[in-house]
């Protein structure tokens, strides 16, 4: 039952993938497609993050760990709005339905370590283990 004005709920989820999408999950590393990776963080993100804003909306940004570690800057401005909350979406936007599950623990160990040294908000993908909890 929807509570007083409000008739359906929305998640608003991003893949800020950069660069990882290609090189991650497709094994592509020339130009053409890391520049479309670059486009992610040059343009795209600025302008999700102006719709965000225009709206006042929080989302749920999903970041492989590899470029919360090569976009630093761009990681702390999604973190800095306050009203986000930023995923694990692998360290290499990988499958982990590909790796052994001790790669993907420890893929999601390493990230965990990184995001520990970020203001972020971590949420556990929901294929890791409570062993990768940030507690564990
Ligand atoms: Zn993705």
Known sequence: MWKGRYQ??????VDFDAESLWSGTFRLTTPSPLSRGDYDVRAALPRIHALLDKHDLPATFMVPAQVAEE??????????????????HGYY????LELPIEEAHRHARRALR????RPQRLVR????????SPEG
């Open 71 to 88: 976009h630093p800057e761009a990681c702390a401005e999604i973190a800095g709005r306050g009203k986000h909350e930023v995923g694990y």
């Open 114 to 117: 990184l995001h520990r040294e």
């Open 125 to 132: 993908h929901p294929l890791i283990s409570s062993a990768c």
């Open 93 to 96: 936007h990988e499958s982990v």
């Open 8 to 13: 359906c709920a929305v998640t608003l989820s």
